[in-house]
């Protein structure tokens, strides 16, 4: 039996636990006054006002042709934009469409990026049907929308006459969907930036971690034969089969602190009538803990193997890429902590922005999108919504058209609390 004293203390801690978690308090450099600010004010009352010509802007885009690799439309679009905004545009040699609005000097510099393509080929049809608030396409949310945001966010700054002390990148990135090869080559060859902020992700929620992401395609080989003289001889098929089988079964938590794999394709054999040379599969395996992601990747790769070797066929492991975890949430308490979090959070709040499902967290230490490679290389870098939407990399794709006005003025918000500068604003902000 427990001590009546030992009891009372132990309910006593347990009443306080929740209470003391609420204490949690986070710097933020939001000032609530801001809004009031008459520059500000007339800021938020033009996008308000251009609000239909966003609208149909990021219909046009959304009908582009965009596939990752293919991003040359879009891109010549938005060059095209920022030249109109006064701007010198720059392409690299992966496509990114780069423009910097200048500071005066002696501020942060911010790099938003928002990226240009699609999973879809060129050729799926993108004609954006709309249904009251609704508009139904692919691609219309994912990420198409926020391009749109973006050049909505340097248009008001043009017209309101915005200033900054830090220089202002603007980037529209490319090869997002397969790997966020255009932010990754922006990071490694550019200045890197104080801030960076990516509208890309879930409305009313700030990503400021990193997803590792690792794909691999794993390829049987054999030297095939006619399907009458098949009978017992060794065939990549069953290595598939049981490898794929055996990976399914592994056993590790799931996110957001576990892990997830998926086999994403499945492909081989060129006629009916023969055992076929060559299949593979492929994985998709993410995880923001990089001890687990790499334990993860491999034991799939000694799994793998082992089937090869248990049904006689040969195997091939290439290596699509290797995008490295920013780390679990306790890893990451240095970056919530950073003013660049909370801001977005009490914005979002300020804005009415809601993260959606009852219990769904305003921060949260994953992401998977062009703020990882500045995560993994500790730039203070978040996601933040572009639009409502749901049904990404799917046919059915739709996003809230309304939805991308309060998005857009986040991005603006964001921009102008840290253009003079990074501070907090007294008193810390406490999180639920």
Known sequence: MIPTRVFAAAVALCLASPLAAQQTTYPSSWDPKLMERPDVKSALGMIEKNYPQQLDEWIRLTEMPGKSGQEQVRGAYVKSVFEKEGLKPTIDSIGNVIAVRKGTGGGPTIAIMAHIDVVFPNETVKKVRRSGD?????????????VANMLATLRTMNATTFTSKGDIIFIATTQEEVGLRGAEYWLRTNARPDLLIVPDGSYGSVAYGALGIYWTKFV???????????????????????????????????????????????????????????????????????????????????????VAEEYKVGLRVEVEQKNQAGGTEKQLEGARAHPLVQTAVDINRALGMSAGMPGAQEAVATGATDANPGVVRKIPSIAIGGSKANGAHQLQE???????????????????????????????????
């Open 134 to 146: 609704t508009l139904f396409a692919p691609g219309v949310g994912d990420n198409t929308a926020s």
């Open 220 to 306: 049987f080989t054999s030297p095939g034969g006619h399907t009458l003289a098949s009978r017992g001889r060794p065939t990549p098929v069953r290595a598939l089969a049981a490898a794929i089988d055996r990976l399914y079964k592994l056993e590790f938590p799931a996110l957001p602190n576990g892990a997830v794999l998926n086999i994403g394709q499945v492909s081989g054999g060129n006629i009916y009538n023969a055992v076929p040379q060559e299949l593979y599969f492929t994985v998709d395996l993410r995880s923001s803990d990089p001890v687990l992601l790499d334990s993860l990747d491999r034991t799939i790769v000694r799994v793998t193997k082992a």
């Open 398 to 432: 739709y996003a809230i058209a309304s939805s991308a006005l309060p998005s857009t003025k986040l991005l603006y918000l964001l921009t102008a609390t840290f253009a003079d500068g990074i501070k907090v604003v007294p008193p810390a902000k406490i999180v639920p």
